[in-house]
């Protein structure tokens, strides 16, 4: 069972993102508040739960959340500012969208850029430690993976339906035959998946 919060006082919001190794597509993020002594034995991490698991969560999520939002960052502008830049700008975003004002702001990962007056803290693996991060994993991964689906029909090449714009063997060779589409991080080096490090 995950803890519901990490300290008592202030309002918390957890964040989290996903899509930040992809070679295509947007950086998702995702905050969630949820109620002080909110309970879930199934929630957890997204990359432990199936995608049946994670669709079937969603809507529990977004009811039973005092507050919730998603946003992304394009493929243009991660390769404007960066990657780590973009990751974070889009948890400030999703955070800025909430309909609760959160008061303390729980992070996943060890580096975050501060939001402005509110006070966080960053969680190593912190979405498989609390609810509330582990709720907005589960959002910005299923809102970024329809978000790779609706895009797939355009450009069948990439097989972005199955591998959601990570850099499989399938989407590099996919991409050193046909190059990279509007869609693509320019700034991602694409390496041949035949090359041998000796």
Known sequence: ??????????????????GRGCLAGPVFAAAVIFPRDY???????????????????????????????????????IDKINIHNASYKAMHLAIDALKVAPQ????????FIPYPEIPHQCIIKGDGKYLSIAAASILAKTYRDEYMEDIAEEYPHYEWKSNKGYPTVVHRKAVLAHGMT???RRTFRVTDPQLKLF
């Open 39 to 77: 309970y879930n034995p199934v929630l957890n991490d997204s990359k432990k739960l199936s995608e049946k698991q994670r669709m079937t969560l969603r809507p529990v999520i977004e009811q039973e959340a005092l507050a919730y939002a998603v946003a992304s960052i394009s493929p243009a502008e």
């Open 182 to 184: 509007p869609y693509h």
């Open 104 to 111: 303390f702001i729980l992070v996943d990962g060890n580096r």
């Open 1 to 18: 069972m995950l803890l519901s919060y990490f300290q008592e006082e202030l309002v918390e919001v957890g964040c989290d993102e996903a």
